[in-house]
């Protein structure tokens, strides 16, 4: 089993995903045990920065190696719903006057992962020719959208490539709580034990 990188240098951990991610192995999901082809890539919230820059080498590199990425933000998708929804604009003008609960509320119904942001997932899978898809923009959805949610619902549309979710937390497995996703260290997001610690796969 590799050594866990989660906190090794930045430098260390992205050579650890480009020879993973373009490995033969994780292309194929070999040895996945019948599982869904979810993996995480957990960060500290403030390296947000720093990861960003790191996504972008690593599909750069990853074209440079003929292997293509469907990079998928979730925030930038939210906003591509509101405005096929035609309330972008509407919903600028009452974020400042709505509670915080009543525009969670409004924005949960309109994003509802299963009815709406999965869908267009879904879309952009269809639509797009690609080895592997990218999830980034966690953070900026909370709390409007978990990311158990989207992966649970994901499970139905991308399970014939491997996808490769970068969270802005912890990705904790334990035989007393099962496996958790816990937002900026902080929060738990809630049990799901379906994807893979990419720092504990081999290339």
Same mark, same amino acid.
């Given at each position: 089993?590799?050594?866990?990188?989660?906190?090794?240098?930045m430098?260390e951990?992205?050579e650890?995903? =480009?020879? $993973?991610?373009?490995g @033969?192995?994780f292309l194929?999901?070999?040895? &996945?045990?019948?599982? +869904?082809?979810?993996?995480?890539?957990?960060?500290a919230?403030?390296?947000?920065?720093a990861?960003?820059k790191?996504?972008?080498?690593?599909?750069?590199?990853?074209?440079?190696?003929?292997?293509?990425?469907?990079?998928?933000?979730l925030?930038?998708?939210?906003?591509?719903?509101?405005?096929?929804?035609g309330?972008?604009?509407?919903? =600028?003008? $009452?974020e400042?006057? @709505?509670s915080?609960?009543?525009?969670i509320? &409004?924005?949960?119904? +309109?994003l509802?992962?299963?009815?709406?942001?999965?869908?267009?997932?879904?879309?952009?899978?269809?639509?797009?020719e690609?080895?592997?898809?990218?999830?980034?923009?966690?953070?900026e959805v909370?709390?409007?959208?978990?990311s158990?949610?989207v992966?649970?619902?994901?499970?139905?549309?991308?399970k014939?490539?491997?996808?490769?979710m970068?969270?802005?937390?912890?990705?904790?497995?334990?035989?007393?709580?099962?496996?958790?996703?816990d937002?900026?260290?902080?929060?738990?997001?809630?049990?799901y034990?379906?994807?893979?610690?990419?720092?504990?796969?081999?290339a």
């Amino acid at each position: 089993m590799t050594t866990d990188l989660t906190n090794a240098p930045m430098s260390e951990r992205f050579e650890h995903l =480009l020879s $993973v991610t373009s490995g @033969e192995r994780f292309l194929k999901m070999q040895g &996945l045990g019948n599982e +869904v082809p979810f993996f995480i890539c957990s960060y500290a919230a403030s390296e947000a920065v720093a990861i960003s820059k790191l996504q972008k080498q690593l599909i750069a590199r990853l074209a440079e190696r003929g292997i293509s990425v469907l990079h998928l933000n979730l925030y930038d998708l939210c906003i591509e719903i509101f405005k096929a929804e035609g309330i972008w604009e509407r919903v =600028l003008e $009452v974020e400042p006057e @709505e509670s915080k609960e009543d525009f969670i509320e &409004l924005l949960q119904g +309109v994003l509802d992962p299963e009815s709406n942001l999965v869908p267009l997932m879904a879309q952009k899978i269809a639509a797009t020719e690609h080895q592997i898809m990218v999830l980034s923009g966690v953070g900026e959805v909370f709390p409007y959208i978990r990311s158990h949610n989207v992966l649970n619902n994901l499970q139905k549309v991308a399970k014939d490539r491997p996808t490769l979710m970068f969270f802005p937390g912890e990705y904790t497995h334990s035989l007393e709580s099962g496996a958790s996703l816990d937002l900026f260290g902080l929060l738990r997001d809630d049990k799901y034990y379906r994807a893979f610690n990419i720092y504990h796969c081999e290339a």
